[in-house]
């Protein structure tokens, strides 16, 4: 058999297909754990944000609701089970609906000229953006269950609840996120969206 053959052959063979050639490189991530790559988080657990949320409302109630933003910002869940951070997010959601509209830029700016305030407004904005979607994921898809009617002396008959009442609660959160979804681009500029995209800690 020729040399010119002999290789054709070996060539059109398959044994090709079972080698993995992510073993051969010292890069690939099948030599190494790629958790290593990332540092790791504190736990954070539901007592703990129980905990912060407590000293968060008796901060509002005292009158520093900068100081109960800051609060939430400096501390979050990163490292928390799904009831720890749903709760971080309750959180920062209350604090952000009990600050006036006249009040948030103002505050935001001294947030960000502090040490520490980009790092901050970055934690903002994944809140906002979770929250964004959590709002948005309960207003779809529940079928409504039908309600009894009651007749009323008025000729009227009385339905329950004034239909939308659930939807306009949602429409006025999504609102107050986009407030500060606004003032928050204006103050940290378009750079803070984008570090948030690409972070891998989620809030």
Known sequence: MSIIREHTQATLSDAWRTINIDTLQE???V????????PPQP???????RQLQAQVRQLLRGGDPEGALRGCLEAPAYGGNDLAREAALQTVIEVLQSIKASDMTPMLQRIYGSPGGSECLDVLMKYLYKGMAATSSSTGGAPRTPTRMTPQPTGFS???PRPGGS????????????????????VAGLGCI???MT???RV
């Open 27 to 29: 890069d690939s991530s």
């Open 31 to 38: 030599n190494f754990d790629t958790a290593t790559l990332r």
């Open 43 to 49: 736990e954070v657990s539901e007592a703990d944000v």
């Open 158 to 160: 009385q339905i329950g």
């Open 167 to 186: 939807a306009e609660s949602t429409g006025a959160a999504m609102s107050v996120l986009l407030s500060w979804h606004e003032k928050v681009v204006e």
């Open 194 to 196: 984008g570090r948030v």
């Open 199 to 201: 972070d891998w800690r």
